[in-house]
T-cell receptor
Framework: GQNIDQPTEMTATEGAIVQINCTYQ??????LFWYQQHAGEAPTFLSY??LDGLEEKGRFSSFLSRSKGYSYLLLKELQMKDSASYLC??????????WGAGTKLIIKP | ETGVTQTPRHLVMGMTNKKSLKCEQH?????MYWYKQSAKKPLELMFV???????ENNSVPSRFSPECPNSSHLFLHLHTLQPEDSALYLC?????????????FGPGTRLLVL
């Protein structure tokens, strides 16, 4: 079967760095997405990786290793507004997105 | 503002009721999606429409009936639902269906079935 694993919850301190991991097993691979979802709001797109390596976008970076079926989202200089759930999703061979259950990130002052 | 709107935002219905959820996208996209989001579970894809044609139906019970009259509007008709259908129903759209196509989500309808 297809499976996406990510931690259920993480806690970090304002101003610090946090890394959210995602491992996947899917039938085919056409890219990996990270979305942010604040409580009661729509998921919003953060990043897309299809090739191995690190993609940097401001305070957020996303890394992919296809051989290991592994990705992480790195958040730097954490701010209180970064408190949200972070969803990992993989596009499979049929271009359907397979989603993880999300990681709830709690930022403490 | 993501360009995808959903109404109503909240809905409470009995098991014998019939109701409809509405989604509208103002992004000029050709693909639209319905997802179910339950607490602490992954997003479940329910239906996909591409150029108004349904391309996916992921074994969704017949008490959920989608309708896509044009590329900008998507409905989900609900009838004789069960309490376990209580969840957040999210609509999304993308330019096309493809691996790198970003999906843009609406704010969702929070559904409670009594």
């Amino acid at each position: 079967g297809q499976n996406i694993d990510q931690p259920t919850e993480m806690t970090a301190t304002e101003g610090a760095i946090v890394q959210i991991n995602c491992t996947y097993q899917t039938s085919g691979f056409n890219g990996l997405f990270w979305y942010q979802q604040h409580a009661g709001e729509a998921p919003t797109f953060l990043s897309y990786n299809v090739l191995d390596g690190l993609e940097e976008k401001g305070r957020f970076s996303s890394f992919l290793s296809r051989s290991k079926g592994y990705s992480y989202l790195l958040l730097k200089e954490l701010q209180m507004k970064d408190s949200a759930s972070y969803l990992c999703a993989v596009a499979d061979s049929n271009y359907q997105l397979i989603w993880g259950a999300g990681t709830k990130l709690i930022i403490k002052p | 503002e993501t360009g995808v709107t959903q109404t109503p935002r909240h809905l409470v219905m009995g098991m014998t009721n019939k109701k409809s959820l509405k989604c509208e996208q103002h992004l000029g996209h050709n693909a639209m999606y319905w997802y179910k989001q339950s607490a602490k579970k992954p997003l479940e894809l329910m239906f996909v429409y591409n150029f108004k044609e349904q391309t996916e139906n992921n074994s969704v019970p017949s008490r959920f009936s989608p309708e896509c009259p044009n590329s900008s509007h998507l409905f989900l008709h609900l009838h004789t639902l069960q309490p376990e259908d209580s969840a957040l129903y999210l609509c999304a759209s993308s330019q096309e269906i493809g691996g790198q196509e970003t999906q843009y989500f609406g704010p969702g309808t929070r559904l409670l079935v009594l």
